[in-house]
């Protein structure tokens, strides 16, 4: 979960809005900072379930 964090702030940060000569420095940065918690909540819940499955699965094999 924490990985899929760091990635989604990482991604987040990298996407530009489409309408960035329309908008002021404040709104740009609400925006991004917007977009960056979404992403980064995406991808945490991506990874906890990536993770979840690979746990469940070694527990069923060692088993």
């Given at each position: 979960?924490?990985?899929?964090?760091?990635?989604g702030l990482f991604f987040g940060a990298?996407?530009?809005p489409i309408m960035q000569?329309?908008?002021t420095a404040r709104?740009?940065?609400?925006?991004?900072?917007k977009q960056m918690g979404r992403r980064s909540?995406?991808?945490?819940?991506?990874?906890?379930?990536m993770g979840?499955?690979?746990?469940g699965v070694e527990c069923v094999v060692e088993k």
């Amino acid at each position: 979960g924490g990985l899929g964090l760091v990635m989604g702030l990482f991604f987040g940060a990298l996407d530009n809005p489409i309408m960035q000569e329309e908008m002021t420095a404040r709104q740009q940065f609400v925006y991004t900072a917007k977009q960056m918690g979404r992403r980064s909540w995406s991808s945490a819940k991506t990874f906890a379930v990536m993770g979840l499955i690979f746990s469940g699965v070694e527990c069923v094999v060692e088993k």
